[in-house]
């Protein structure tokens, strides 16, 4: 059984279209992320999302709006996708009382 | 705000030998936790250990076990009789245990396994 999953795996567009990522997790975890790893591998917080509230919103271009329909889902869309959006986007999840988190497989995005 | 240093981009060791990859914080919390992520070729993001603050025994698992120097604002991961399958990216990692905290990595040590 896959505990973070995310769909597509891989996703490759044209600058200026808008996208979404889905992300779903069967842990029962309350709390919610997404992360952003550039390509040199570094890993940066963009949203968490804690019982569908959101919880932080790091310095991220507006373009990027996280949704939250219910406990389980955090998706990610982004608007007028840019050259600089290229890369590796992972979700994650956390139960309530403790700070483990499990990592989906991450989405590989391309824009040419 | 709290940042988190691997000092060595990349490490070689000789397959069953012994490695130790360093990590270093920075954070006024007192209470916080700590943690090592291996992520190999597949890119999966996946959990080694991990460590709370207040704890001072070190945390083991298996082959993997850290040295946690709370003073010093160290913890260290060391890989015994390492194997093949251990070839990866390790990042450590920092949470301050706030709720819904997203962790701060740090740039990760590439790891190799000389067979």
């Known amino acids: 059984d896959t505990a973070v999953s995310q769909t597509p795996k891989y996703l490759v567009t044209q600058m200026g279209n808008d996208k979404s990522i889905k992300c779903e997790q069967n842990?029962?975890?309350?709390?919610m992320y997404w992360y952003k790893q550039d390509s040199k591998k570094f890993l940066k917080i963009m949203f968490s999302?804690?019982?569908?509230?959101?919880?932080i919103n790091e310095t991220v271009p507006n373009r990027f709006s996280p949704k939250s329909p219910d406990k389980a889902h955090l998706n990610l869309h982004i608007n007028s996708l840019e050259l600089g959006d290229s890369a590796v986007y992972f979700c994650a999840s956390s139960p309530l009382d403790e700070e483990t988190q499990y990592f989906g497989p991450g989405t590989r995005l391309l824009v040419l | 705000a709290q940042t988190v240093t691997q000092s060595q981009p990349e490490m070689s060791v000789q397959e069953a030998e012994t490695v130790t990859l360093s990590c270093t914080y920075d954070t006024s919390e007192s209470d916080y936790y700590l943690f090592w992520y291996k992520q190999p070729p597949s890119r999966q993001m996946i959990l080694v250990i991990r460590?709370?603050?207040?704890k001072q025994q070190n945390a083991t698992e298996n082959r993997f076990s850290v040295n946690f120097q709370k003073a010093a604002k160290s913890f260290s991961l060391k890989i015994s009789d390492s194997q093949l399958g251990d070839a990866a990216m390790y990042f450590c990692?920092?949470?301050w245990g706030g709720g819904a905290d997203g962790l701060t990595f740090g740039k990760g040590t590439h790891l190799i396994i000389q067979p």
């Open positions: 990692a920092y949470s």
């Open positions: 842990l029962g975890h309350d709390t």
């Open positions: 999302y804690n019982n569908k509230e959101l919880i």
């Open positions: 460590q709370e603050a207040y």
